[in-house]
């Protein structure tokens, strides 16, 4: 979970992309945006889920307004996501060479 913000690692997908994929995807985008751009995702997914005033910036999903600090991605850094989605993308690309 985090806000609609201009350094969330999805901002340049789109909401329907982002809606399509939950947060099960989330280490993928990671990986597709770059080192730099998660960890900004993260610093401002942290600062927001910290400071209810700034909740209203996260759109309320199905189960209302999930916070980083509280999802699946809970105490992990930018740096571990985006080593998952590596991860997750070389094997996307290795199954597709084995065609």
Do not use: W
């Given at each position: ?39 900004k ?31 699946m ?27």
């Amino acid at each position: 979970g985090g806000p609609d913000h201009t350094d969330n690692y999805l901002y340049a997908l789109g909401g329907s992309f982002n809606q399509s994929v939950g947060e099960h995807l989330d280490t993928v985008n990671c990986f597709m945006a770059g080192k730099a751009k998660a960890r900004k995702a993260v610093a401002i997914a942290e600062k927001v889920a910290k400071d209810p005033s700034l909740h209203k910036h996260i759109r309320p999903g199905t189960k209302g307004i999930r916070l980083y600090t509280e999802g699946m991605h809970k105490g992990r850094t930018a740096d571990e996501l985006f080593a998952k989605g590596k991860s997750l993308f070389s094997a996307v690309r290795l199954a597709n060479r084995s065609k």
